[in-house]
């Protein structure tokens, strides 16, 4: 059972930058679609971002590109979103998510889930 945990949340002020962790259990790369979900208050868990192997696969939702970035240490079986210029609205809770099926917008398409870090971005 691949298990995944994240790390990197915070707080930070609008216009700064964090990066978000997920470390799996076992060996990720080409067997998984990598994603990162995020879900604020009251609103609909909604996928950020995807990557199956290399950063050429790499997608992102539009309100995210060019401020986020998804990537992958192989050697170290851990999965990165780089988050800059961050926004009030990108405050969430952040998910890690893998599928084996390939990668999809539908959270219900993933089979397994971290348990989420915060991020808090104040105006």
């Known amino acids: 059972q691949l298990q995944l945990v994240e790390s990197g949340g915070g707080s930070v002020q609008a216009g700064g930058s964090l990066r978000l962790s997920c470390a799996a259990s076992e060996y990720t790369y080409g067997r998984y679609c990598m994603a990162w979900f995020r879900q604020a208050p009251g609103k609909e868990r909604e996928m950020v971002s995807t990557?199956?192997?290399?950063?050429?696969?790499?997608y992102y939702i539009d309100s995210v590109k060019g401020r986020f970035t998804i990537s992958q240490d192989i050697a170290k079986n851990t999965l990165y979103l780089q988050m800059d210029f961050l926004k009030p609205e990108d405050t969430a809770m952040y998910y890690c998510a893998a599928s084996r099926a390939g990668c999809f917008e539908d959270k219900d398409r993933y089979d397994y889930w971290g348990q989420g870090t915060l991020v808090t971005v104040s105006s």
């Open positions: 990557i199956y192997s290399t950063s050429a696969s790499a």
